[in-house]
Antibody
Framework: QAQLVESGGGVVQPGRSLRLTCAASKFTFGHYAMQWIRQAPGKGLEWVAI????????YYSDSVKGRFTVSRDNSRNTVYLQMNSLRAEDTAVYYC????????????WGQGTLVTVSS | QSALTQPRSVSASPGQSVTISCTGT?????????VSWYQQHPGKAPKLLISDVTKRPSGVPARFSGSKSGNTASLTISGLQAEDESDYYC??????????FGGGTKVTVL
């Protein structure tokens, strides 16, 4: 059973940066695209970003484009989310998730890490 | 990238059926058969229930089924059980390697 563990969340001031990490195990990490999805407190899910299995392509939601960068290190079985110019509306639990073999759905999710943007 | 539209809540008694609708547009649900459904219990990560509109991953009970007509997808839970009380989210591929989620539906077992 694939396992994903996020870390790096915390309280950060508006305009500052934070990097989230997602450590993967129990599957061949380099064979799967990975996504980041977030959930504001008491709200629904919001797709954030995806990175290809080989890291050559990345795509972002309009709400984070230009501020967030997703990357991965297949030698460390880790995917990252660098978040810059953070805003109050970025406050959320951030989940990393594995794309399934079809490439169009996520089949395993981590437990999430909470990011709070507040002065 | 507007969110898909789901009812805020639905409810039914044990053993009955409930259907959750998920309405999108001709650019997402209407354009692709890449609709998925997730179940999320409070404080937990979402769990995949349905992919590709109708496919159930291994381990998901057969009482969960999906369908699609035009720009609207649906999740039906037949023979509702107490443990099905949860939040449910739809998700659709929306082209150009982007995805969009619904706002979520709370299912209450009366």
């Amino acid at each position: 059973q694939a396992q994903l563990v996020e870390s790096g969340g915390g309280v950060v001031q508006p305009g500052r940066s934070l990097r989230l990490t997602c450590a993967a195990s129990k599957f061949t990490f380099g064979h799967y695209a990975m996504q980041w999805i977030r959930q504001a407190p008491g709200k629904g899910l919001e797709w954030v970003a995806i990175i290809w299995d080989d890291g050559t392509q990345e795509y972002y939601s309009d709400s984070v484009k230009g501020r967030f960068t997703v990357s991965r290190d297949n030698s460390r079985n880790t995917v990252y989310l660098q978040m810059n110019s953070l805003r109050a509306e970025d406050t959320a639990v951030y989940y990393c998730a594995r794309n399934d073999n079809s490439g169009y759905h996520t089949d395993y999710w981590g437990q999430g890490t909470l990011v709070t943007v507040s002065s | 990238q507007s969110a898909l539209t789901q009812p805020r809540s639905v409810s039914a008694s044990p053993g009955q059926s409930v259907t959750i609708s998920c309405t999108g547009t001709s650019s997402d649900i209407g354009a692709y058969n890449y609709v998925s459904w997730y179940q999320q219990h409070p404080g937990k990560a979402p769990k995949l229930l349905i992919s590709d509109v109708t496919k159930r991953p291994s381990g998901v009970p057969a009482r969960f089924s999906g369908s699609k007509s035009g720009n609207t997808a649906s999740l039906t839970i037949s023979g509702l059980q107490a443990e099905d009380e949860s939040d449910y989210y739809c998700c659709s591929y929306s082209g150009d390697y982007t995805w969009v989620f619904g706002g979520g539906t709370k299912v209450t077992v009366l």
